[in-house]
């Protein structure tokens, strides 16, 4: 009777074993929880980008980031109910990898020199490009309209970044910590114009609220090579991603997403980029 209990646990520390490794094997490694059967693997995305990543206010997940992130999942091994969707703010993503609060990262995340000393990158999976919003009556059409004007980014953000360093050094910018906040500036007009990726832009636009209230400038004032970002050595990480993108451009499942997350919002969207293709 002692025996067949000591077998009965002993199976029982096999099954779960044998369960652990078959569900990708990430059971105990960053930005997994726990091991066996409640196997999960935790994403990084945004929660305020419409058309992209957003929090739905039913608690739902939406958005083209989204999407490719659960596709990529499934490739390595979780159902869409294994995944926990963390937000990840721009100026927060490099340390959230490092920490090991999340695994992967899909958060209009630019791949960039500067940001591949501290992460690593698969991808690319979508070509965007800065670009500012401003209101539907404004005179802002260049660039160099920005000098002088109060100009709202985001803190940690290439758009913030290239500003500063380029486009508009006199504009007066105010950093925020997420896309809202800006916004909200623009339509009380506190702001004159936001600036970021006008894959994210065209999602504010297109808003039941805002409707006709914004417009984009249309201008391209930068490549913004949207990468999955993965902790610094994790080159299997990489790899395995790379080829779940691959596989997502050839089955059409790339298309449907950028059609169904990018349609609404009439955003005229980059053909699929090549994996390891990065446009300066
Ligand atoms: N794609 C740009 C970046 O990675 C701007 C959008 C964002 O803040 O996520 O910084």
Redesign the pocket.
Known sequence: MKLRKVSAAAATALVLTLTATACGGDGDSEGGSGSGGGDKIKIGI?YDQPGLGLKEPDGSFSGFDVDVATYVAKELGYEPDQIEFVETK?ADRENALARGDVKLIA????ITDERKEKVDFAGPYLL?HQDLLVKTDSDISEATDLNGKNLCS?T????AQNVKNDFAPKANLKETGGYSECLAGLQSGSVDALT??DS?LAGYAAQAQYKGKFKLAGLKLSN?N?GIGVKKGDTETVNKVNAALEKMVKDGAWETAVKDNFGPANYEYEPAPKIGNIVK
């Open positions: 945004k721009s958060a209009t995340y630019s965007a985001v940690g953000s290439t758009s970021t990726d994210i913004e949207y």
